[in-house]
Nanobody, 122 residues
């Protein structure tokens, strides 16, 4: 059974930092691309960042580029999202997902976590 579990969310002031973690089990992690998506209240889910199976390439949404960094540790079957210079508009539930190819489209991801809430106060 595949499990994807996010952690690290919380409440932070604008300008602060958080690091999200995502740990998987039950899938061959080292051959899967991984993505982070987020969904703010009343809005559609949107792409945040993605990384290839080997960590060689990363994609970022324009809104987070330069502030967020995604990386992975295949030995730990985990990916991480370092979020700096957080803004109130970053407030959302953040989801981790695994898929066969790196993509900005959530339809291309097969396995999803339950999400972790990030709240940025002004």
């Amino acid at each position: 059974q595949v499990q994807v579990v996010e952690s690290g969310g919380g409440l932070v002031q604008a300008g602060g930092s958080l690091m999200l973690s995502c740990t998987t089990s039950g899938l061959p992690f080292s051959v899967y691309a991984m993505g982070w998506f987020r969904q703010a209240s009343g809005q559609e889910r949107e792409f945040v960042a993605a990384i290839t199976w080997d960590g060689a390439s990363t994609f970022y949404a324009r809104s987070v580029k330069g502030r967020f960094t995604m990386y992975r540790e295949n030995a730990k079957a985990s990916v991480f999202l370092q979020m700096n210079s957080l803004k109130p508009e970053d407030t959302a539930v953040y989801y981790c997902a695994a898929g066969p190819l790196i993509s900005r489209d959530d339809k291309n991801y097969s396995y999803w976590g339950q999400g972790t809430q990030v709240t940025v106060s002004s």
